[in-house]
Every structure is written in structure tokens, then in C-alpha cells.
């Protein structure tokens, strides 16, 4: 009886839980319109332009009378968009409606007064890209940074530390999104840059002498900027997400069963077709979508073990990308950045998708052991062994993957 007692009272909370969060949410997506001036509908804020808001409410928690509370603001529009852009902020009030103005607040300065500057094409700060014999230009907008604990220093434009690095980090998607979030208490810091939602370690790092020099022994200080960055020309690239990701969870699929060579190969053929038939529904030209087709399976095949690898066993990689051109002597590596190549993270979405179910360690390993730094990670590791050394795999450094495409008229999207 003491057991059935117990777990009803577990129900009980967790429903009790379930209902106050749906409180919370209504509420933050109540004070969220009436601060933007949007429409209430299907739980979200609607917007002009084609903008839509959803929110979700994470932990709640309560300390000497202050409520704590997080709250995830998406912001979507599937014209515009290749990503939603995803926002968590932590408040806190005396009261949950304090908690949640202030949590609205946070979202509005750091995230939406630049997008509506954006949108108003107001003080952009203009920047040219040019990598791999392609040429984009680009606004950015910004706005000042929110700062949380830090009274007594004048604000920095966060941004300006690593102004003449962002071009090097832009392909050729309409929007881009730079954030940076530094916070420390303590012996307890977080230092880091995320460019449409993606951790930039080397951008990460220019903080650190920043960060470094804060005082925050009895305060938790924290500062955050965004940067909305919006290319001047309309998004020019053939194919579609989607395409892409129908062809990753193939791949995971079919990676899953391979066993030798042979049944590699009959699938990269394989592979090659499905993507070729996909993108022909959008490519009218047949020789344009066999080159894209072809050059889409081979980064879905290259890139997933990588992307895999790197999430599984935990070693700290670079930014970069190392596209091998020519042949022999004449071979040159061409280092550009991955969030320059578009599909690299919807494949890191779909191997995220594929791990969120928790696939056997034997579908994991037969898809890592197609890993270039894998291999390269265990030749390390084994001649450490050798000479009575421990390196684990947290220990080492990638700077990035170097690939080749053997498709005539690659070009990076």
C-alpha cells in the first residue's frame, strides 16, 4: 500500500508541476505580446513578416524567498529562416510575475530590438565575404549588451572583440545570428559564442582575458550581445533542408547495417541516386541536379561519422573545415569554417535526432568507425598505451575535418 501511496504522490507532483508550467508559459507569452503587439494564437506570438514566438518554460526554483525561473523563447520564420532561433533566459523576481517581466524584458533587449532594426535596416555595420570564388555582402545589426550583477564598469560592445573574425564565419544564408553569452561566479564561468546556435570554440576563446578580469566573488555577473547579420541579396541556394535531411536519416540508417567495403560502396551509390532524385523535384536543369545530388551525398556520408564521433567521445574540435582540391602535388587544402557550409549542421541536427533515441552502442560504433579523426584518435591513444601513457579522447584537440569531393563543379552552399 506504502508503495502505491508513493508513486500516486509522485503523479500527483508531476501533474501539479505540469500545470504550473503551463501557467507560467501562458503568462510569459501574455506580457511577451503585449510588449511586441502581436496576435495570441495556438500558443505563440504572431508577428508581421512572417514571425512567430513560441516559449517554453525549463526549471523553476525558489531560494530565500527570490523565484528563479528559465525560460526558452523560439523565434521562427520559415521564410526567412534556415533555423529557429533559440533563446534561453534566466530571471528572477520576488514574485513569478517579476520573474517572468523580467525574463520578457531580457528577450526583447538582447534578441528582438535587433531584429527590428534589421527589419528597419537602421545603423547596419556592413561586411563583404569571400571564400571559395563566391562574394556575399551582409549587414549586421546590434544592439547594447544585458548585463546582469556588473555595476561598476562601463558597458563594451561585445561584438567589436571579434568584429574582423566574423566575416570568416559567413556563407551564403540569408540570416545569420551571432551570440555571445559571458557569465562567472566564483571559480564558475561560461565564456562562449554561438553563430545560429552552433558553439564557435575559437571565437569562444577571444573572452577569456575579457572575462578574466571581472570581480565576481560575491555577485553573479553576467553580459550578453547579439548581432542579427542579414545578407543584402536574397538566399540563392537550390536545395532544400528538408532534402538534406531525408537524406541523413537515410545514411544513419543504412551506415547502421554496413559490415565490409563492398556494402560501403553499393551504398554511396546508392546514396548518390536518392539525393540525385530529391533535388531534381527543385532543379529543373538534370545536369546541375546530378552535380548537386552527388555533392550532397558525399558530405552526408563524410560529415555524420564526424559529427558523431565528435559528440560521442568528447573531443574538443576548431571551427574549421579543409576542402582538399587538385591531385598529387598540386593538391591544396582550402580552410574555410563550418558554419559556411550549410548542410553540415542540418546533419548535426539530424545525428542529435538520431542519439535522442538512444540507439544501441553497436549503431554507434559501426557509424563512428567511418570516422577520419577517430581513426587518427585511436592511432594517438594506442601509442600512448605503448609507452604506459593514459590520453583520453576529452584530452585532444581536432582543429577541424579535412574532405574531398570528387564531383566536378562542387561548389560549398
Avoid at 303 to 316: D, N, R, S, V
Amino acid at each position: 500500500m506504502a508503495l502505491f501511496k508513493k508513486k500516486n504522490q509522485q503523479a500527483e507532483a508531476e501533474e501539479q508541476e505540469k500545470d504550473t508550467k503551463l501557467e507560467v508559459k501562458q503568462s510569459v507569452l501574455e506580457v511577451l505580446n503585449n510588449k511586441l503587439k502581436g496576435t495570441l494564437y495556438d500558443d505563440c506570438v504572431i508577428l508581421p513578416k512572417g514571425y512567430t514566438i513560441d516559449v517554453q518554460i525549463g526549471r523553476q526554483q525558489e531560494a530565500e524567498g527570490i523565484k528563479m525561473l528559465q525560460v526558452v523563447f523560439i523565434l521562427k520564420n520559415d521564410e526567412e529562416f534556415d533555423e529557429a532561433l533559440i533563446e534561453p533566459v534566466d530571471s528572477q523576481g520576488k514574485t513569478v510575475d517579476e520573474a517572468v517581466q523580467m525574463a520578457v524584458d531580457i528577450f526583447y533587449g538582447a534578441v528582438w530590438h535587433p531584429m527590428e532594426q534589421a527589419a528597419q535596416k537602421r545603423n547596419p555595420v556592413p561586411f563583404s565575404v569571400d571564400y571559395l570564388r563566391q562574394h556575399y555582402d551582409f549587414d549586421m545589426y546590434c544592439q547594447s549588451v544585458v548585463r546582469i550583477g556588473i555595476k561598476d564598469k562601463q558597458p563594451t560592445m561585445l561584438l567589436n572583440y571579434i568584429k574582423t573574425d566574423i566575416p570568416k564565419y559567413l556563407g551564403s544564408k540569408k540570416y545569420y545570428w551571432i551570440r555571445v553569452y559571458l557569465a562567472k561566479f566564483q571559480d564558475k564561468q561560461v565564456c562562449e559564442v554561438r553563430i545560429n546556435g552552433s558553439v564557435c570554440t575559437e571565437l569562444s576563446k577571444r573572452f577569456q582575458p575579457y572575462i578574466d578580469g571581472w570581480d565576481a566573488e560575491t555577485e553573479f555577473m553576467s553580459e550578453k550581445q547579439y548581432g542579427i547579420i542579414v545578407q543584402r541579396e536574397e538566399d540563392q541556394c537550390p536545395f532544400k533542408k528538408e532534402s538534406v535531411m531525408e537524406g541523413a536519416k537515410e545514411c544513419i540508417e543504412e551506415m547502421t547495417k554496413i559490415t565490409n567495403p563492398d556494402e560501403y560502396r553499393e551504398f554511396a551509390q546508392k546514396l548518390e541516386a536518392s539525393m540525385t532524385e530529391k533535388v531534381s523535384e527543385d532543379i529543373e536543369d538534370s545536369d546541375l541536379a546530378s552535380t548537386i545530388g552527388k555533392s550532397l551525398a558525399a558530405e552526408i556520408r563524410i560529415f555524420i561519422p564526424e559529427i558523431l564521433a565528435k559528440l560521442t567521445l568528447g573531443y574538443t574540435e576548431g571551427d574549421s573545415l579543409f576542402l582538399l582540391e587538385g591531385e598529387g602535388d598540386n593538391q591544396q587544402s582550402i580552410e574555410f569554417r563550418k558554419t559556411q557550409l550549410r548542410s553540415y549542421f542540418y546533419l548535426q541536427q539530424a545525428v542529435l535526432e538520431f542519439l535522442s533515441g538512444q540507439p544501441s552502442q553497436e549503431d554507434v560504433t559501426r557509424i563512428v568507425t567511418n570516422s577520419v579523426a577517430f581513426r587518427e584518435m585511436r592511432k594517438v591513444m594506442d601509442k600512448a598505451k605503448e609507452q604506459n601513457k593514459e590520453i583520453k579522447p576529452s584530452d585532444l584537440y581536432v582543429p577541424g575535418t579535412s574532405y574531398k569531393i570528387g564531383v566536378d563543379g562542387y561548389k560549398v552552399w
